[in-house]
């Protein structure tokens, strides 16, 4: 279905389902500076995608993820592929900073779940992430998507709760979608699994995976 607009497509893997893909959606501000202006790559990009990508790839493979100190801020797409639970995964990982920002919509129509990152140890960026994240849900072509956000850098001592990240962002009209929030650390990998796991389980549940294989199954069909 994606092999038009995207070089990415979902093969077939003997064992598996093809659940579909998942749009990363970080949020990620360049402190005033422009967004591709590649010297803020001093640790004053926020939040932090590849990094908990190579993180989920490492955990659900053989391989080691890259180091954090090789990852570079996202100007255009990373993929990123996993098995888990017989089930495959694509992560689509979008730059967040604030000029790259108007290229997720693209990746809506054909996203099956969202993950939305938050650095938990940066409130003074939770106003940011709150309103870049109402625009997404208010997006028509993500709709019924389920939600994960996540409140990475659990490893830093001033990171706060799930709860608390759930609470400053007071997100409204969620109802329609299955969504949580849950606290990982990419560095240290907390909450991983559970964060997979919830995903599978929700992405099978859900009437937009249902509608979007269907549509899939007619586009070969016409094809
Ligand atoms: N302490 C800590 N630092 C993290 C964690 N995850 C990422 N970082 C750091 O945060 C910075 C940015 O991480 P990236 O993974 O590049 O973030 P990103 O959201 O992909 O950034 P963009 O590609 O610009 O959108 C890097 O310095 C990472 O090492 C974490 O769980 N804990
Ligand atoms: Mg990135």
Request: glycine share 8%.
């Amino acid at each position: 279905m994606l092999s038009k607009r995207f070089p990415v497509g979902a093969e077939d893997v003997e064992g598996t389902k093809e659940i579909g893909f998942l749009g990363f959606m970080p949020i990620s501000i360049s402190k005033g500076l422009e967004p591709v202006v590649w010297s803020t790559l001093d640790g004053a990009i926020v939040s932090k995608v590849d990094t908990l990508l190579e993180k989920i790839k490492s955990q659900y493979s053989n391989l080691e993820g890259l180091p954090p100190d090789r990852i570079v801020p996202t100007v255009g797409l990373n993929i990123g592929r996993v098995e888990a639970s017989n089930t495959k995964l694509v992560f689509w990982d979008l730059g967040g900073q604030p000029g790259l920002r108007s290229i997720w919509e693209k990746y809506y129509e054909e996203a099956h779940a969202v993950i939305y990152v938050v650095d938990a140890a940066s409130p003074s960026r939770f106003e940011d992430s709150k309103s870049a994240l109402e625009k997404v849900l208010r997006h028509e072509d993500l709709q019924g998507a389920p939600l994960l956000i996540l409140a990475n850098k659990q490893d830093l001592a001033d990171a706060v709760s799930a709860e608390e990240v759930a609470r400053y962002l007071d997100l409204k009209k969620l109802d329609e979608r299955a969504y949580t929030f849950l606290a990982v650390s990419s560095y240290d990998g907390l909450g991983i699994k559970e964060s997979v796991n919830w995903l599978v389980d929700v992405m099978e549940r859900s009437k937009r995976t249902e509608m979007l294989q269907l549509r899939a199954g007619a586009n070969l069909i016409s094809n």
